[in-house]
């Protein structure tokens, strides 16, 4: 069954809509093929004063400080006034974390994290610990990627500092199980892995609503990557398992995605993307009856030519997908005379 989408068109930048009682929809721009994110805006308050939780907060452009701006503005003109209480972030991508430090500078609000999106954001940010672009192109030339795609990828130096200028220095702890209250509303913390170290979605029972970050989107699968510090890591073991948590919330739940639009239809979702993730498997394992590399592997699962940020999450896709085969015992890993990771299938 598809999803369905009880809210079909999106609110315009700058804008909002009302999705769930004290459950805003914000639409913020992306300067990627991905072209947009959806944040939210929850209705607040602390110790008896009016005021809003903001989950996520967009990448670090001009035009979405610009909608910052004007939502701020209309929100400061409106009965509830304007007032940022917490500000919450699902983990550590630009497009989520990216404006969550100038908004807290502005508001004084706090903000709520994982501990692993929290220090991931500043290894990444730094470039230290085996995180960085020189550490993913040494795992990208590892796994077949040639010099020229390489070069371009180099090309990508800095993406993270343009999308998040500055960072947090002291934040919340978010873990797994916590009950979180907004506007008298309890909302339990669901941390899932697999997309990022550990992405925090939340739930709220009495509203019947999941925030799901990017770990259950509708239309599209959710990234799921090998990085180059846990070079061995089954990614999409954990990606699968934090799904199938999902599956103890009730089907009716509606989903508010951080991509494409809000939707009923969750366990369903779930299967579907159990399925496209199987099938994938079996094109990779198909396609190694001789050795070969993640980088020699990528037209077979994207039919479309990549651009340089493509490549990377590409690259980053393939290579789960072939540990996943070889932690199942499905390939075996072997290393060239060449340095060169490639794969076979086990007969």
Not at 128 to 145: E, S, Y
Request: with cysteine; glycine share 8%; proline share 6%.
């Amino acid at each position: 069954m598809l999803p369905e989408y009880p809210h079909a068109t999106p609110p315009a930048a700058g804008e909002s809509i009302e999705v769930a009682p004290g459950i805003h929809w914000l639409r913020m721009p992306l300067p990627f093929a991905l072209n947009h994110i959806n944040l939210w805006l929850l209705e607040d308050e602390e110790a008896g004063r009016p005021g809003w939780t903001l989950i996520d907060t967009g990448f670090a452009l001009d035009a979405v400080k610009a909608c910052w701006e004007t939502l701020l503005a209309r929100l400061n003109a409106s009965p509830r006034g304007g007032r940022i209480l917490r500000i919450v972030v699902t983990h550590f991508h630009p497009d989520h974390l990216g404006l969550a430090a100038w908004l807290q500078e502005r508001s004084g609000a706090p903000i709520f994290m994982t501990l692993g999106e929290y220090l991931t954001a500043h290894a990444v940010w730094h470039e230290t610990g085996g995180h960085g672009i020189a550490a993913m192109l040494g795992q990208f030339r590892a796994h077949g990627l040639n010099a020229e795609r390489c070069a371009r990828l180099e090309g990508n130096r800095g993406l993270y500092k343009r999308g998040v200028p500055s960072l947090p220095t002291a934040y919340r702890r978010l873990f797994d199980g916590n009950v979180l209250t907004f506007g008298g509303r309890h909302w339990q913390v669901r941390v899932g892995f697999g997309h990022s170290p550990e992405h925090a979605a939340l739930y709220c029972a009495k509203l019947g609503l999941l925030i799901s970050g990017d770990m259950l989107l509708p239309a599209i699968s959710t990234n799921v990557s090998v990085y180059a510090v846990t070079p061995m890591a089954d990614s999409l073991a954990d990606y699968l398992a934090s799904l199938d948590r999902y599956r103890q919330l009730p089907e009716e739940t509606l989903v508010l995605p951080s991509h494409g639009l809000p939707f009923f239809g969750m366990h369903d979702r779930i299967d579907a993307l159990h399925e496209h993730h199987a099938e994938r498997l079996k094109i990779l394992e198909a396609n190694c009856e001789i050795p070969r590399s993640a980088a020699e592997l990528l037209s077979s699962l994207f039919a479309r030519e990549l651009d340089s940020h493509q490549t990377m999450f590409a690259m980053g896709e393939a290579i789960a997908h072939l540990n996943r085969l070889e932690h199942a015992g499905r390939l075996t890993r072997l290393s060239g005379d060449d340095g060169t990771i490639r794969f076979v299938a086990r007969k």
